[in-house]
């Protein structure tokens, strides 16, 4: 359809640039260092550019996968390399452009050794990340969501904090767990459908029988990834020991493979299953709201603060991906991509008074807003932003996904609802106890404010949590017809059995 | 194109004053001059927005024309429709009026009262900004816009409540009363969600065409089936409850004083905690046809207001007593709207709005006079030093005390707006209409009561305070006056001049459609014909309370410590706030902590993480060493089938007791 083959342009631009990278910087070692920054910037910086088309181009009004790209592969085993974006992932690649370059800027000077082995591994991981949202073959796909853990992994394990080896194999193990069941499940869905290619096998009707376990499989996968209560231990530790940069990419997208999965998977693939767990889903999810939200409440270390809110929020994702109502399935991605931006700011706002003092424990701040009256600023939007008022991006989600719940069960909606109360209550503690009170501590006397780095770093995220807040139709237009079409979806497969959805509204 | 400057004219002051804020220089003339500069962008954008404000009254209230202004769709989702839009009719017509008319009046006196202040731009980008939201929440044309400014509104006073950060009490403050707000908005939000599976649509004008087909129905809510329109206007006045801290969620209230003193008349008198009347008052439609959720409205109300009333009898900081009295003066609007004499507690709103926030503003000269003193008890003997402020302070209070000639136009403010909520309580003959008009009566009591105690308190008697302070007692400059004497002006003569639109025989045309009563909810227009004693009882009771604060304060000073001493448990109780912080405290607070940390050490530290990832990766060492021979793949997967066996036993377990 297109001339220029964008999405594996995309894909791959940024492996070409970490091949330049690896093959092309060399001298001395503050020359690699500087050579690999400027290559990663300009790498990252080229790859948004070329998804800006994407935006312009696609079609709002067909819930068709576009940009598709279809090459045969393996064709003894229906193998094909087959990409494309619909309304769902588009804008998860686009956030993925958007966010690389940030993380890059923020290790600019963060990062100190082995950079060239760093800008790398950032590199490769966004290869994996687009791959991933662009892949419609169960094979790449699967590809490029277990190769995300490599880049992960390293990043964590290499450039992370005293406890960086226990939270990497703790992040290692979990996945591991999930993901060999999950590649059991596809085979089983190769050998029932014939073919790996998911457009197909969207339209092929699973036994009812066959349908529980396959999703059980893949909920094993995406539940860590997620992560859902009781699996999330795994999060807390692996951002407290990563770099900010892989806090930043962890929260702001790696987090969202499990909420895409589901959305691409489990609802229109196995919909009598998705039915029969929703249940399951809903309990796991309002645990998930209220435990964490409770925990983030006694947090004495900032970014493992935020690690749980984030677990709370995506709470919100999985309860409104599973109410199966249009609202609740775009308040569920919109939710995704909105937390992709703040949560990835509150990191970043972590980074730069860690970067400055070393420090996460809340207790050593306090009185910030002295010496740092904008970051003060910018850390506040993010805190509301975060906390969901409206006119902030974080809002649109939440109250989207409530209504969904509210016509599943009032109940859910009540419960879920509570989150919003004590999210109030653990974000303002924590502003409060950084940024307000007087300024005591010694080594804070002398802290500065924000650099024109770091500005150019929150700029773009200031912009999009505002955007996101009050237009948010720019990004809810995306979604309409595709949210629509994966109603339908499961809507005329539980036809055939004889059951009915709720009246999607 | 007037009604967009009313609004956004404070917003755009806002954003100047705040980009000033990040201009600041250490030159001391150069920052007086930007400060200046604030002061005078935010007051002339703010005075500008109270004069346009005047004009879209005359045209909408007074010109019976009601509008509409589409801005900007906001969210799309499904049949989940809404646009930014200002909605302007005669309840938004007069409600513009108090929030731009009071807002004007603060931003000046605050040039003035916050003269010494370091952060001057910052203070009057607050105010400007929290301007902006209460004008988006009168002017919503759905419940979301209305969210959107109520919870913008909770923002703006969480900024400001906390203004001076570098006070832990004022930082506790804020974050106390944005999460207790919050706990309304959860009842809000649940409303608003209700009303959307009821309509189908959270447009206002569309759920109030439809409400009369909708009148019978049901919902199957939280177990059980239930009237759909009670279920959503409890949960919508749970909301009003939180905002207008009504008794249970009125804890934030008296914190909030923590904040700069015009802060607490602007936002913690007469604008932002008038939003919950507001709310009710909007959805009249919905509320009158549910008779479940007026009782529960005018027995709150009732509740609030002698609770209110009876904890401001024995407070010593001037600004709380004041703060309680604007909590009992809020119940008595619940309860006009209770009875269906939604107009009557609009009205009072508008006349409370002047004379509390001018009581407030002169409680401020008084401190600014006392240097920063808020202990009345360290007051007295200042009258003839601060004689302005003084008389003013009366009219504030002669007008809460609404004294007034009954059965003919003279009076304060408060006279006409009061005792028509009163009567009406009284013409309601329902019997809780007759509990809030004894709760009314008897709050009157205590209202002229503890209104005289602080006027006598404050301004006579002996001097308590230290000579240091007694020397540089002074009179305010006049930008901190000629505001005071604005709304002492509105004081007086606003019940007066409003009555007859307001509340009086052919106030039904003066609302239009803003407001809806239905036939046989006549309590207002039975209160113009009450027996003669009801309508001399408050002013009897308010004269009976005036003269008991003489002689406890002034004629005879030891009884009201005898009296204390006698009843220990009862003025305990009180001066406690009937216990509700510790209340609160005891089982809320420390429980949600003392659960997070349980959560976080037990729960994820020793159940999950240790059966888990590091239980198994210590079982794995420890069989590894013990038999070696084994291999630990085998191990693996193991791991595996003992997931999938949790997992099939935890989805089991759940489908087979809740599916």
Request: aromatic fraction near 14%; include cysteine.
């Amino acid at each position: 359809m297109n001339e220029i083959p964008l999405l594996s342009l995309l894909t791959f631009l940024p492996l070409i640039g970490a091949g330049m990278i690896l093959f092309l910087a060399r001298g001395s070692e503050a020359d690699i260092a500087r050579n690999s920054r400027w290559g990663a910037i300009w790498t990252s910086g080229i790859t948004f550019l070329v998804s800006i088309p994407l935006w312009f181009k696609f079609d709002q009004s067909s819930a068709k996968f576009q940009f598709v790209e279809k090459l045969e592969w393996m064709p003894q085993f229906g193998i094909s390399y087959h990409m494309g974006v619909d309304g769902i992932s588009l804008l998860f690649v686009m956030l993925t452009t958007l966010l690389t370059p940030i993380c890059i800027l923020a290790s600019w000077d963060s990062i100190k050794d082995r950079v060239k082995e760093f800008m790398i591994s950032f590199l490769i991981l966004e290869t994996f990340m687009i791959g991933m949202f662009c892949a419609l073959d169960l094979f790449v796909f699967y590809i490029f969501f277990e190769a995300v853990l490599i880049p992960m992994f390293i990043i964590i394990g290499v450039w992370g904090g005293p406890r960086r080896v226990y939270a990497a194999f703790k992040l290692f193990l979990y996945t591991l767990l999930g993901s060999v069941l999950m590649l059991v499940a596809m085979m089983a869905m190769y050998f029932d459908a014939g073919t790996t290619d998911m457009v197909q096998l969207m339209d092929h009707s699973f036994p009812v029988s066959m349908q529980p376990w396959l999703w059980l499989a893949f909920f094993a996968s995406f539940a860590v990834k997620v992560p859902m209560w009781p699996v999330h231990t795994w999060l807390p530790d692996a951002h407290v020991e990563a770099p900010t940069a892989g806090s930043v990419i962890l929260a702001g997208v790696l987090l969202k493979f499990g909420g895409y999965g589901f959305l691409r998977f489990s609802l229109p693939m196995f919909p009598d299953a998705t039915i029969q767990f929703a249940t399951l889903i809903f309990t796991l999810s309002i645990i998930a709201v209220i435990y964490t939200s409770l925990v983030a409440l006694a947090q004495t270390d900032m970014k493992k603060l935020i690690a749980y809110s984030s677990i709370a929020h995506m709470g919100f994702v999985t309860a409104g991906t599973f109410t199966l109502t249009t609202q609740g399935i775009e308040g569920a991605i919109y939710q995704m991509l909105s937390h992709g931006v703040v949560s990835a700011a509150l990191f970043l706002i972590v980074g730069v008074v860690y970067d400055r003092i070393h420090s996460r424990e809340i207790s050593d701040y306090g009185g910030l807003v002295y010496r740092m009256p904008a970051y003060s600023l910018v850390f506040m939007l993010f805190m509301l932003a975060s906390v969901g008022l409206p006119g902030t991006g974080g809002f649109v989600g939440e109250i989207l996904v409530l209504v969904g719940l509210f016509q599943v069960s009032p109940w859910l909606a009540a419960f879920a609802a509570t989150g919003v109360i004590l999210g109030a209550a653990y974000m303002l503690y924590l502003y409060r106890r950084i940024i307000f009170g007087q300024l005591t501590k010694e080594n804070l006397m002398k802290i500065k404010d924000l650099n024109a780095r770091e500005w150019s770093i929150f700029a773009p995220l200031i912009v999009l949590t505002l955007w996101m807040g009050i237009y948010p139709s720019s990004f809810l237009d995306f979604m309409h017809v595709s949210v629509d079409n994966l109603i339908n979806q499961v809507e005329t497969a539980l036809a055939a059995h004889g059951q009915s959805l709720l009246a999607g509204r | 194109m007037i009604e967009k400057l009313v609004v956004f004219l404070p917003l755009i002051g806002a954003i100047i004053a705040g980009v000033i804020v990040f201009m600041p220089s250490d030159d001391k003339e150069k920052q007086h001059q930007r400060d200046t500069l604030a002061q005078i962008i935010t007051c002339a954008g703010l005075v500008l927005s109270a004069v346009f404000a005047i004009a879209v009254f005359s045209d909408v209230a007074l010109g019976g024309n009601p509008k509409t202004i589409e801005l900007l769709t906001w969210i799309d989702s499904g049949s989940f429709k809404i646009s930014w839009a200002l909605k302007v009719d005669t309840l938004t017509a007069v409600m513009m009026i108090v929030v731009t008319v009071v807002s004007a009046m603060v931003h000046i006196y605050s040039i003035g009262y916050m003269h010494h202040d370091g952060c001057i731009p910052r203070f009057m980008s607050y105010l400007s900004l929290f301007t902006f939201f209460m004008l988006m929440l009168i002017t919503g044309d759905n419940l979301i816009q209305i969210f959107f400014g109520w919870e913008g509104v909770g923002l703006a006073s969480y900024l400001l409540i906390g203004f001076w950060y570098e006070k832990p009490s004022a930082n506790a403050a804020a974050i106390k009363a944005f999460v207790v707000n919050r706990v309304g908005d959860f009842g809000f939000a649940l409303g608003i969600f209700a009303v959307y599976m009821l309509f189908d649509t959270i447009h206002l004008d569309t759920i109030f065409a439809a409400v009369g087909d909708k009148k019978d129905a049901t919902m199957m809510i939280f177990g059980g089936e239930f009237h759909a329109l009670t279920v959503i206007c409890l949960f919508l006045f749970i909301g009003a409850m939180g905002k207008s801290a009504q008794l249970g969620l009125h804890t934030w209230l008296p914190d909030a004083m923590e904040g700069p003193t015009p802060v607490s008349a602007l936002i913690h008198a007469a604008t932002m905690v008038t939003a919950g009347v507001f709310l009710v008052a909007r959805m009249s439609p919905l509320f009158e046809y549910s008779d479940t959720a007026l009782m529960v409205v005018t027995i709150v109300g009732g509740s609030t207001a002698i609770f209110a009333a009876t904890v401001a009898c024995v407070q010593n900081d001037i600004k709380r007593v004041i703060a309680y009295s604007t909590c009992s003066q809020l119940g008595y609007m619940f309860f006009a709207c209770g009875v269906s004499a939604y107009s009557a507690g609009v009205f009072h709103l508008m006349t409370h709005g002047f004379f509390k926030a001018l009581l407030f503003l002169g409680a401020g000269s008084v401190i600014h006079a006392m240097s920063d003193e808020q202990d009345m008890r360290r007051m007295g003997g200042i009258w003839k030093l601060i004689p302005v402020t003084y008389a003013l302070m009366w009219i504030g209070n002669l007008a809460l005390a609404g004294v007034g000639i009954p059965g003919t136009a003279i009076g304060f403010a408060g006279f006409f707006s009061k005792d028509v909520i009163i009567e009406a309580a009284y013409g309601a003959h329902t019997g809780v209409g007759m509990y809030a008009f004894w709760m009314g009566i008897a709050a009157a009591f205590l209202t002229a009561f503890y209104s005289w105690r602080l006027l006598i308190m404050t301004f006579h008697g002996t001097p308590r305070a230290d000579e240091r302070t007694m020397a540089h007692v002074h009179e305010s400059p006049k930008i901190m006056i000629i505001p005071l004497l604005v709304l002492a002006t509105g004081a007086i003569f606003a019940g007066l001049v409003g009555y007859e639109s307001f509340v009086g025989h052919n106030a039904s045309e003066f609302w239009g459609n803003a407001i809806l009563v239905l036939k046989g909810h006549d309590a207002l227009e039975n209160a113009h014909h009450v027996p003669v004693w009801v309508k001399i009882a408050p002013i009897a009771v308010g004269f009976a309370g005036i003269a008991m604060a003489y002689w406890f304060y002034l004629l005879a000073p030891g009884i009201p410590a005898k009296i204390a001493g006698r009843f220990q448990g009862i003025y305990q109780f009180l001066l406690n706030k009937w216990y509700f912080d510790e209340l609160y405290d005891r089982i809320f607070v420390r429980p949600a902590f003392a659960l997070g940390r349980a959560l976080w050490k037990v729960g994820d530290g020793m159940l999950i993480d240790g059966v888990g990832p590091d239980g198994l990766s210590s079982a794995v060492r420890v069989i590894s060493r013990r038999a070696s021979a084994l291999q630990t793949g085998y191990l693996y997967h193991y791991a595996f089938a003992m997931l999938i066996g949790v997992v099939v036993l935890v989805t089991w377990y759940i489908l087979a007791h809740a599916g």
